[in-house]
């Protein structure tokens, strides 16, 4: 399906991949343009089509999304309640996957305690509201600024750095179940002391977390298309939600760009197109 664009987020993606000239390893064809993930309305769909109309509000995956108009991915898209603002909703995708991805590979259960290394992220704020849904216990290192943040969203808050292990302990003293590496810190293996189990510890983003026997996560789960519905209904029930820092005209663009590529904002900037 193609659709009129609405609104498209800024992603790492778009910094260290597109922007360089590659993607997954192979040189991009110019011109291109940037943007995998966005929100709008659908205007076009294609023979044999049936489960999506002409006039659709949808929200997904698919390439140069910062357009008028875009073609999403097959399978990576979802219809956009009404409630859901396009703003909101061009922020949804990436962060749902990978959240529900990495929570469903690390294993954490109802009942158990999960540790999450860089939580006040995109990625980590979606990662805390999901494993709360779902009855686990929550631990997310930050900033202190950013703990009050946390706090809302449900999580117990700590420092990253030295003493990571003995101030978690204390908050968690019956136990660390799993753990998540979110910033490729460098706290794998204090992630693993805590845990006890390597194989429930992961990383998105330290490429050195296999040599610890931890998993480290890249790939896209095969079918976020149920994971993408999921996060709209808990959306309307009140349970889910996506943090946006700022939002940007396409005029505006470049300037988005400068500010992501400057850190501590990089997941949570979006581009509004009409």
């Known amino acids: ?56 509000a949808v929200f997904g995956c698919g390439f140069n999304m910062l357009a008028q108009y875009a073609v999403l991915r097959p399978g990576v898209w979802s219809r956009k309640p009404e409630d859901l603002p396009f703003e909101e909703a061009g922020g949804f995708s990436v962060v749902v996957e990978t959240a529900t991805r990495v929570s469903a590979q690390v294993g954490v259960k109802p009942g158990e305690t999960l540790l999450v290394s860089g939580a006040s992220g995109g990625i980590g ?37 030295p003493g990571l292990v003995e101030r978690v302990r204390k908050l968690a003293p019956t136990g660390v179940n799993a753990a998540l ?50 996060a709209a209904r808990l959306y309307s029930e009140g349970a889910f939600h996506v943090t946006l820092e700022k939002t940007f005209p396409i005029t505006q663009a470049a300037e988005a760009y400068r500010l992501s590529a400057a850190g501590h904002v990089t997941d949570k900037l979006v581009i509004t197109i009409s």
């Open 181 to 230: 590496d979110l910033a490729g810190s460098g706290v794998i293996p204090e992630l693993i002391e805590l845990v006890g189990d390597p194989s429930h510890v992961l990383s998105v983003a330290d490429f050195t977390a296999p040599q610890y026997g931890a998993q480290l996560s890249l790939v896209a789960q095969k079918d976020p298309e149920r994971a993408l519905a999921e």
């Open 125 to 161: 704020s979606a990662v805390i509201q999901f494993a709360l849904y779902r009855g686990a216990t929550v631990i997310g290192t930050a900033s202190a600024p950013n703990y009050d943040y946390l706090r809302g969203l449900g999580a117990t808050p700590t420092t990253y750095g």
């Open 1 to 56: 399906m193609r659709i009129a664009v609405r609104a498209a987020r800024v992603n790492l993606s778009d910094l260290m991949k597109i922007r360089t000239g590659r993607w997954k390893g192979e040189p991009i064809p110019l011109p291109s343009g940037v943007g995998v993930e966005g929100a709008g309305i659908v205007d076009e769909v294609g023979n044999g089509v049936t489960d999506v109309s002409v006039g659709d």
